[in-house]
């Protein structure tokens, strides 16, 4: 059956207000995507029945919240198709994820060791890199891309040495919707590095516009965020190898985290928990996986050619339009569309859309290594999520004519 938007639309209360008296036309989903009402509900009925912390309380409430917060995190294994629900660590989102694997590794490197990262990474798949090899004496390595947005396959390949300790990347570019070969890549960082290497995936525009199977994509960690694929904000996941996780140095330490612990030392609980000091963010982990829950019982085929349907139409929308650059045009992209127009600042172009009801993000979407490698000082940027539709993308550029009117 074709893929019914409308019947998707309805079940997000959000799609039906308006903004400036204009209909919403939501194109900021890289940033966050909406929640259905199943994820909201999931939320109110924790809050109004089992309000309860974890693991420890000798009452049912605690007993019916930590039922459903473990539950949680076996939906999200199987999602990803992890090895073992011990796998899957409760983070408050994908930067937080990539810095629990960034702090280890800074005890873990030698000043002989590099980490390799590309052009195109977000802030928090660099910074975090940056620091890591500051602090260990580690070089930090960076793969180029080429104008198109595209990473430069034969020279990250060839920059790959017995030295690389680990491979940091995303799955897809925020800024650009530049989808990278991952699968491909791993085999071949292990392959060139003799097993040597780990290799980390940032997999905040991944998750939600592909099929993510640890397994199959051969990486040693893949992190990602709830609020990317339909579920709410503070609330993400480091998936790592089990072998791995059980001796990485912990990130935080606290409650939870610990097994035993006298005035002199301590000792450090088992997986997943030695991991997650502190209360948890149990509310938001339930409706992560109510959110999870809901998404795989759709067709992600029909999903992901919808979505490419909308980025196709939007793009041919853009090539047309006078005045206006796409800025990123890779082959395979997640369906993000960057732009500058030559008129107007991305910021002015912003302001002028949101006042037309149509909701973007603008300037150098945490990735501003990447803007002065285009040299640019940075882009607006529509993204789609499955509920946009190619009439909200004729909104879109209804809107950027009276943005080209007002600038000239």
Known sequence: MPFD??????????????????????????????????????????????????????????????????????????FIQANSRNEVIWTSGT????????????KLLKPSDQVLVTQMEHHANLVTW????????????VAPIDDNGELDIEQYLSLITTN???????????????????????????????????VLIDGAQGIAHSRVNVQEIGCDFYAFSSHKIYGPTGIGVLWGKESLLEDWPVWQTGGEMIAEVSYSDAKWNTLPYRLEAGTPNIADAIAFGAAISWYAKLDLTAILAHEEKVLNYATQQAESFSGLTVIGSAKHKVPV????????????????????GVAIRTGHHCAEPLMNRLNIPGTARASFAMYNTCEEVDVLFSALEKVKHMLA
């Open 95 to 106: 930067t937080e994820s990539i810095n629990i694997v960034a702090n280890g590794l800074a």
């Open 337 to 356: 569309l960057s732009f500058v127009m030559d008129r107007g600042h991305p910021a002015d172009i912003g302001f002028i859309l949101d006042r037309q």
């Open 164 to 198: 690389t300790r680990l491979a940091a990347l995303p799955h897809a570019s925020n800024a650009l919707g530049s989808l990278n070969p991952i699968a491909m890549l791993c085999a071949e960082i292990k392959k060139r590095t003799n097993n040597q290497a780990w």
């Open 5 to 78: 938007v409308d019947q998707i639309r309805e079940q997000f209360p959000i799609l039906s207000r308006t903004v400036h008296n204009k209909p919403l036309v939501y194109l900021d989903n890289a940033a966050t995507t909406q929640k259905p009402q199943v994820v909201i509900d999931a939320l109110v009925d924790y809050y109004t029945q089992c309000n309860a912390n974890v693991h420890r309380g000798a009452h049912q409430l605690a007993d019916e919240a930590t039922r459903r917060y473990e539950a949680a995190r076996d939906t999200l294994a199987q």
């Open 130 to 141: 940056q620091q890591a090899c500051k602090a260990s004496g580690a070089s930090l390595v």
